[in-house]
């Protein structure tokens, strides 16, 4: 399909602290109707997106992470998590709510020059 | 004085920058994304080890949990928001942003 | 103690407003007195009245509004950072008020702390 | 070429809205299409009609009105974002439109580019 | 006097690429005329601030570091630069706008540590 | 790919992350505060250097003018906002943030 766009999303801020990656998975869900080829990097702090066990009741701010699981269902599958990223904050898959594909800076890297696209968030 | 760091250590120099003129004695509250520099068994542990030799380090517990922190490095104190205004009765305020 | 709260940041978009409400509300649950809440640079857009979030979520004017009202915080956007911004008395809640920075170092004099939340 | 622009920042508090509107001019005087400024984020506030700087300041809002009826460059606030933020059709320039995101999804797809500015 | 109030203000961004330091410098432009003991530290980026020769033509920014020489006739005289950050950004006394005194980051720190009120921008 | 970084990289770690993604070949543009990484002599000279053996660095002169910033780092090629949109017209773009 010649007007299929490769679209990736880049998360790159940590959650709560700013508005950026929850605004961005809004965005992301919204994109997922127009099947265009969509995908997320989370870079950086992004990883932190993901993180198990968020608890936003104490801070008093709507929490989203649960809204990760649900991109699955919208048919939003390319997830890609930068691995020097979590290992540098001391984190594992396992800490992570969805299942992702870890690859190296360079394999992201890769991936966003094959995109029409890229938005950051 | 109270020294508040709200910055993640990992995309910005801030706590490094607060760290260089902290004077002895003096707390340091991380918030908001400034708790990631507390998280147990990081890059920043023994940094912050050797800054609790000279003051004491908070971190707001509110903020930990919405992000999902369980252990933090030993010597950290955890407050919510009425000990972060315990601080301030305390203090001046030297806000880092 | 008497308060007075800088608050540099708009609402939603950074978490410092939310900061500033929560430590707001603990000081005066500990007896405290939160003289003023003063915005300053992008901080000024915490008090239109248009703001509509979703329904699950905070409503950071209204908060800000009933913050005044139950609790006599005199809530403040500095003039020149409001005209930027284009936030005019047309568009501010009720308890909110536009004042000049010279009120900003009356709540420094007066106030025994003045605490900062921004970005 | 056609072009589209990501504005995530607004006005005067970050120079994201300063670059986006230097780009689109230098683009359009080069011969390509600015299509459309998609503003999210803080983004939506640059098209407040009650922004009042000082005489000797840029208009930011104005400006994106101006690109909007000489270059017919279509100037949108997602709803969502503006929402939250007290952006409505009360207070927008004539240019300006609140839209959904789904209209950046087409933006997106229908322009060569898609250049972001932000913080 | 007993309400003396010391004040200081903290410039930490560059210029330009955000307001904090051109609304600081309106902010203490008013503190002025209230009669407390203000002093302004440039720490960090913020000494970028005080550098010679910017021209915001190009921009379309309406520039302000002159206005930092008009500090001294609001008699704010007390301007404290960061020897640290100066020296790491390659920088010296003679490229900045105004007179300071150059401090140690200790000094400063020292110096916040006397204020009743310290405000960042 | 073009990327942009608008960020000051003594106070932002968005420059050491960018380069990290970077592909041998796509250029880079430094804008906004970004553009104090190519001043000339400064502690990023050696690392911009070393980036430039596979990489066209470009940074934007209105930026570098507005900050007072004369010398840039040998081999930094500076542009205006129409230089900007040559690239922008040769590349798709990555912006860092």
């Not at chain 3, 007896?31 to 992008?42: E, K, R």
């Amino acid at each position: 399909m010649e007007d299929v766009k490769k679209i990736m999303h880049v998360m790159r801020r940590a959650p709560h602290g700013s508005i950026y990656t929850y605004e961005g998975l809004e965005m992301i869900l919204i994109m997922a109707a127009y099947e265009q080829d969509l995908s997320v990097a989370f870079i950086g702090d992004g990883v932190y997106a993901l993180k198990k066990d968020q608890d936003t009741a104490g801070i008093g701010i709507k929490g989203f992470a649960k809204t990760f699981m649900a991109l699955d269902g919208y048919d939003v599958e390319k997830l890609y998590v930068d691995k020097a990223s979590l290992e540098e904050r001391g984190l594992t898959e396992d800490d992570l709510l969805v299942d992702v594909e870890v690859l190296t800076s360079d394999e992201i890297g890769k991936l966003m020059n094959e995109q029409d696209v890229v938005i950051p968030h | 004085m109270l020294h508040t760091i709200n910055k993640s250590p990992f995309e910005s120099t801030t706590f490094e920058t607060c760290v260089s003129f902290v004077q002895p004695g003096d707390p340091i509250l991380f918030l908001e994304d400034g708790v990631y520099a507390v998280q147990a068994a990081n890059r920043f542990s023994s940094r912050l080890e050797n800054i609790m030799k000279t003051n004491p380090v908070y971190a707001l517990q509110p903020d930990l949990s919405a992000r999902g922190l369980g252990a933090v490095t030993d010597g950290v104190t955890t407050v919510d928001y009425e000990g972060f205004v315990d601080l301030v009765e305390e203090h001046q305020v030297n806000t880092w942003l | 103690m008497k308060i007075g709260i800088l608050l540099k940041e708009g609402p939603y978009n950074h978490q410092a407003s939310d900061s500033a409400y929560k430590f707001a509300e603990a000081a005066i649950k500990k007896g405290h007195t939160v003289d003023a809440v003063f915005l300053y640079n992008d901080g000024v857009t915490n008090v239109t009245k248009h703001m509509d979030p979703p329904q699950d979520d905070r409503d950071i004017a209204k908060r800000w509004n009933e913050l005044g009202e139950k609790h006599g915080v005199e809530v403040l956007a500095c003039i020149a950072a409001s005209k930027r911004r284009g936030i005019s008395d047309e568009v501010i809640i009720e308890k909110g008020e536009i004042t000049g920075l010279g009120t900003l170092t009356d709540i420094a004099i007066r106030n025994d702390r003045l605490v900062t939340f921004g970005d």
